[in-house]
DNA sequence: AAATAACTCAACCGCGCTGAA
DNA sequence: TTTCAGCGCGGTTGAGTTATT
């Protein structure tokens, strides 16, 4: 047997070697391996058949092995993951049955994206499969405004989440591991803490832009309910990305709306942008931890932005979407025109309704599932130990113009002490403490006249015609601009540091949150200064935007 | 019918963890 | 203790398909 199996599956080697579009046309590229061109790309069924045929033989594992003895142009990892995928037994195919989509909601709220362990829960489906599932159910029901998680199943967390607090399990964050699939799927403390950890970053600095933007707005409804304001962590980064990027370079204005979605975020949402939560560290015991994923470049990799600790080279830079914006502090204070399509990106970064309570941040478990956003907020609610949470949490119970008036200037200084503690983790993103700090303005800066952003000028309202707004609500005529990364410089804040001589106390901390090198690679330009041309506003606090890649300089700027 | 947009899904990439050397 | 290879995971990409204009 052995022997007529070798015999197949070497003829199957040659035909896969003969189709093999590596070899045929090596420029495809494909990698290198040891001098051969390993093939990409979609599998033909000749290299499926060998690859089943050897792992019949060999078992599965050692995937590298199996480009080597197969003859199989594969890397170990492709062929891992088209077996996985694909080729091994009782795989299911075809749509996920209703059941498979409830217990993948429930999943999702539970672990976040954690695709793996939700495939566990799910037999003869793989990890791919509900990732790519999950992304289209976002995708459909952020399109729909609808909620991305059931009212009963937001209440069904918190429950169980509160559960656990009780029974003190949200604990040892070194249950790194933890297999949720030994356990019954409602082991909440811990698949809580494995994201937590996985996320932490964003449980700490939940104001990183990127996921206000989209975490937060995706499940508000038109008259969603807070219970609905849980958001998925995953978004389509790419798109955003690639958004980004098709946004710059018209950033002058002809900037088309990538985010027609969040027109109908509103309301509910806006409010918890104000939370101010970052600094509580809520799951951590230790807030000096030394987790990496804490701090600086990981939460990028979390989709956090931070420009605490700059390092270029090793930050992977993932700018969000929002970051199209910050290319318009030009006209912040300036007479420039938004484009309109920036609106409907801003529209979810909106003050909160005038007699709204601060919820939990909505910002917060990135990348997280439903539990832990819960949880999230049940601590703020909750926790006063953290000295700059708990300056912050005075601010947590806001109106609009607790926000403007008070709020946001204590805030920032607290913010900004934290950065000047040079032994401060500084874990928290600029963004995060922008969007902590800063009165959320009016995104409608299209619609905006000079004389609505005039220095002194309080948290204009703001004409949101444009802004999709299907219940009619009007709350987010309060707005900032939370999306520009020198919001924290402007509004009132900054009027007022800036008139009380404090300047240079605020370029300080943004030069220990940035890197004074940092800064200094850049232009300085006048901030809010209302004669420089479009896209020229540019303050210090930009500096760290502009250094990422992707964001344009100054220099760059047309 | 053609063009375009939106969607789906397979596959790739990069990172981090783990265990062996 | 350090290094390195193997592996798994989550995120991202892009080609193909379907829907819409």
Same mark, same amino acid.
């Given at each position: 047997m052995g022997r007529s199996t070798n015999e197949s599956e070497e003829s199957m080697v040659l035909k896969v070697q003969t189709d093999s579009p590596s070899i045929d $046309? #090596?420029? @495809?590229g494909g990698s290198m391996n040891g001098g051969v061109v390993l093939k990409k790309g979609p599998w033909t069924s000749a290299e499926d058949a060998i690859l089943v045929d050897y792992v019949k033989k &060999? #078992? $599965? #594992?050692?995937?590298n092995a199996v480009q080597k003895h197969s003859g199989l142009f594969r890397c170990g990892k492709s062929c891992r993951l088209r077996w996985a995928n &694909?080729?091994?037994?009782?795989l299911k195919k075809g749509a996920f049955s209703q059941e498979e989509e409830k217990l993948i909601i429930e999943l999702h709220a539970k672990m976040g994206n954690k695709w793996a362990r939700m495939a566990a829960h799910l037999p003869g489906r793989t990890d791919n499969e509900i990732k790519n599932y999950w992304n289209t159910r976002i995708k459909r029901r952020q399109r729909a405004g609808l909620?991305?998680?059931p009212p009963e199943l937001c209440l069904q967390a918190l429950n169980e989440s509160q559960q656990s607090q009780n029974s003190g399990e949200v604990n040892s964050g070194e249950k790194r591991h933890h297999d949720l699939l030994q356990g019954n799927s409602y082991e909440i403390p811990d698949v809580i803490f494995d994201n937590f950890k996985a996320n932490q970053g964003a449980l700490s600095f939940p104001s990183a832009l990127p996921d206000i933007s989209m975490s937060s707005m995706l499940t508000q409804g038109p008259g969603s309910s807070p219970n609905y304001s849980f958001m998925p962590p995953m978004m389509h980064r790419p798109k955003r990305l690639r958004e980004s990027e098709a946004l710059f370079p018209s950033y002058n204005g002809s900037i088309t709306n990538g985010f027609p979605e969040f027109e109908q975020f509103q309301g509910d949402n806006c409010q918890k942008i104000h939370r101010p939560c970052g600094m509580s560290f809520p799951y951590d015991p230790d807030p000096s931890s030394k987790n990496p994923q804490h701090f600086g470049g990981h939460s990028l990799l979390n989709g956090?932005?931070?420009?605490?600790?700059?390092?270029p080279g090793s930050m992977k830079l993932e700018l969000p979407s929002l970051q199209y914006q910050e290319t318009d502090l030009g006209g912040w204070g300036t007479s420039t025109l938004l484009p309109p399509s920036l609106e409907s990106v801003d529209t979810f970064i909106q003050s909160p309704p005038p007699t709204g309570t601060v919820q939990?941040? @909505?910002?917060?478990p990135r990348n997280s599932g439903l539990l832990e956003a819960l949880l999230h907020e049940a601590q703020n609610l909750s926790s006063g130990k953290n000295h700059s949470f708990e300056k912050s949490s005075n601010s947590s119970v806001v109106t609009p113009s607790d926000v403007v008036d008070s709020s946001s200037l204590n805030l920032c200084d607290t913010e900004w002490e934290e950065y000047s503690d040079p032994i401060s983790p500084l874990g928290r993103s600029a963004a995060s403490v922008f969007s902590e700090c800063t009165p959320i303005s009016g995104s409608s800066l299209d619609e905006t006249t000079p004389s609505d952003i005039i220095p002194g000028s309080r948290i204009k309202p703001e004409t949101i015609e444009n802004v999709s707004t299907p219940d009619g609500e009007k709350e987010i005529s309060n707005r900032s601009n939370l999306s520009r990364p020198d919001a924290l410089l402007g509004t009132d804040w900054f009027e007022q540091s800036t008139e009380n001589g404090n300047q240079s106390v605020v370029n300080d901390a943004i030069a220990t949150l940035l890197g004074e090198d940092f800064c200094n690679d850049y232009k300085q330009v006048p901030a809010r200064s209302s004669t420089l041309p479009q896209g020229q506003g540019w303050s210090l606090g930009s500096c760290a935007w502009n250094n990422m890649p992707g964001v344009c300089h100054m220099s760059e700027l047309p």
């Open positions: $046309e #090596g420029s @495809c &060999h #078992g $599965e #594992g050692n995937w &694909h080729l091994r037994p009782n909620p991305l998680y956090n932005f931070s420009a605490s600790k700059p390092t939990s941040d @909505c910002l917060s």
